[in-house]
Structures are given as C-alpha cells and as structure tokens.
C-alpha cells in the first residue's frame, strides 16, 4: 500500500525555523514530483511547493518564496521542506502529497505546524 | 485562475443524491480534480480530468463537465461520504498557491 507519512510539526515562535519530513513508501518515489500543500485554519487548500521527479526543478507559491526550501532524497524514499522566517500566516496542517499527470494522486495525513509566540 | 465552489455547505439525507458545484474563472478544459477531505485523514484524490475515477473509488461518484463548469455528483449517499470536498484545476502549471483549489464544500447530513 502506498503511505506517505509527515512529522516535524510542532509549535515554534515567529521567526523561527522548522524541518519537515515525508517518508514514503509502497511506491517508486524517485519516479514521482512531490509535493508540500497546507491547509491554514478555516482556509482552502494552498498548494506551497514542488520537487520534480528528475530532481532539476522546484516551484514555491509566493507565500514562501525565499524563506521555504524544498528537497527530496530519493536513496531514503523522503521529501524535506525547510521553513525559515516563520509567520503566524504560515500555521497550518502540512501534507505532502505525490503528483500524477498534475493531480495530487497521493497524500499523507499531515503534520500541524503552528507559529505562535 | 480562481475556483469558486457552490455552495459553502450542502445538506443531503443519507441515500439521496448530492451535486457539488465548481466553476473556474477561465477556462481549464478538462484539466480539473475533486479531492475529499475528512478530519484526521489523508485527502482522497476522487475524480481527475472531470470526469475520470480514481482507483477505488466508488461508482457512485461522478465527475462532469469542461471549460469553466464542474459538477461532482455523488449518488445514494453513504454515512461515510459526509465530507469536506474540494476541486483543484491544473490548467495554471506549476502551481500558483492559493486558487490552485476552490474553497469546499461540506457535505452534512441533514
């Protein structure tokens, strides 16, 4: 069975930094574009980052620009989002998610991040 | 590209028939998804290309339309289909952030 599973959210204040982690299983990770999406409390989904299968391209939402980075280790199946700069606006339910012909085919339960001070 | 779902919160009794509304800004072919999402869990990828189930996915959900209007109908409801629902269209590649998906629609039972 596929599984994608998030962790390293936890409470951090403003400014502050964060890893998060994906592990991944059941599937060819290496073969698939990963995704970070977040839910913000009350708010839609927002899609926040990609990392292309072939491991040359990566997007960020403006939201994120410069202050998130993507990265992925395909020899260990797992996909990163370093957060830096953090801000209030950046709390919120954190999925990664794999990508099939631009649909989000896969996704994990997530891991909550909450800026607060 | 915004995505603009309709309405904000539906109310179906169980066994009756549901049509979820999205309607995008311009046009995205049929380049558009239904995820649905229930607290606690990982969201579900239903339908893709508007019209085309994903695997598992029971027949009693379908996906129509193209251009700007969607419908996803979901027949002879089950108490497990109660959920928070959103479509996401990826005509815009990659990716722009928010507006990638609508706002949902939650599906309560009445």
């Known amino acids: 069975d596929v599984q994608l599973v998030e962790s390293g959210g936890v409470v951090v204040q403003p400014g502050g930094s964060l890893r998060l982690s994906c592990a991944a299983s059941?599937?060819?990770?290496?073969?698939?574009?990963m995704h970070w999406v977040r839910q913000r409390p009350g708010k839609s989904l927002e899609w926040v980052s990609l990392?292309?299968?072939?491991?040359?391209?990566?997007f960020y939402a403006d939201s994120v620009k410069g202050r998130f980075t993507i990265s992925r280790d395909n020899g260990k199946n797992s996909l990163f989002l370093q957060m830096n700069s953090l801000r209030p606006e950046d709390t919120g339910l954190y999925y990664c998610?794999?990508?099939?012909?631009?649909?989000?085919?896969?996704w994990g339960q997530g891991t909550l991040v909450t800026v607060s001070s | 590209i915004v995505m603009t779902q309709s309405p904000a919160t539906l109310s179906v009794s169980p066994g009756e028939r549901a049509t979820l509304s999205c309607r995008a800004s311009q046009s995205v072919a049929t380049r558009l998804a239904w995820y649905q999402l229930k607290p606690g869990q990982a969201p579900r990828l239903l339908i893709y290309d508007a019209s085309t189930r994903a695997t598992g996915v029971p027949a009693r959900f379908s996906g129509s339309g193209s251009g700007t209007e969607f419908a996803l109908t979901i027949n002879s409801l089950q108490s497990e289909d109660f959920a928070v629902y959103y479509c996401q269209q990826c005509s815009e590649w990659p990716p722009r952030g928010e507006g990638t998906f609508g706002q949902g629609t939650k599906l309560e039972i009445k």
């Open positions: 059941g599937f060819n990770f290496g073969y698939y574009t």
């Open positions: 998610a794999s990508e099939r012909e631009q649909f989000f085919k896969y």
């Open positions: 990392f292309s299968w072939d491991g040359i391209t990566t």
